[in-house]
């Protein structure tokens, strides 16, 4: 991981929260400590302690979007904001290991006391709320439900609350949003974890750069 004093720092663009939180021990076997907070700080740009190594900080979904113009060398992202990705821009990424981090499932939920699978035999239309279109719309062709979904950016778990849809399709992990919010989960879509993520050109010009913090990310990951 030596660095010439001429070459641009490798950038790995994170997200806050869960994702950031539990690449910080991956980062750390990689040798690499991070000198900012992104809880606590408003900087977009971290700098971590290898001069070699910078860290942006931007929303999930855009993690793909940064890391496939070049805007970014690598990054971590969900297995959810991949799939939906990879409907626009098919290919566009390499994505060389499953980190088996920020783990849950995507989950179809209802209110509780919504029998969905009665709706379901009865060939009923349902209103499906979800930021996962593609994976919504595949989910359900596959079974055979017909649904009309309903695109949102976030807090799902309103919309069968105020009569915005009947379902959603949304991240659980420990239950307790669903709990809180009396819906159920009554299906499971696909279990997620997230991915490193690398752009194709700079694996290619940056390679000798990037391999080291590829394998160390890989082997703390254990994968
Ligand atoms: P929980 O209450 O622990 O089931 O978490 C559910 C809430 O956290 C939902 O609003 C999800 O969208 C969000 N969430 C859960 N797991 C993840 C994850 N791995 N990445 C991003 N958001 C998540």
Known sequence: MSTSPLASPLTLALSKGRIFEETVPLLEAAGVQVKDDPERSRKLILETTRPDLRIIIVRATDVPTYVQYGAADFGIAGRDVLYEHAATHPGG?????????????LCVAVREGFDYQAAVRQGARLRVATKYLRAARE?????????????LYGSMELAPLVGLADAIVDLVSTG????????VAVEDVAQISSRLIVNR???KTRG???RPYLDAFSHAAGA
Do not use: M, S, W
Not at 93 to 99: E, G, I, K, N
Not at 139 to 151: R, Y
């Open 93 to 105: 990424l390499y994505q060389p290991v499953d980190l088996n981090i920020a783990r849950c499932r």
């Open 208 to 210: 000798e750069a990037l």
């Open 176 to 183: 307790n949003t669903l709990k809180a919010n009396q819906l």
């Open 201 to 203: 050109a700079a694996l």
């Open 139 to 151: 989910h359900f062709a596959e079974k055979g439900v017909h649904v009309d979904l309903i695109k």
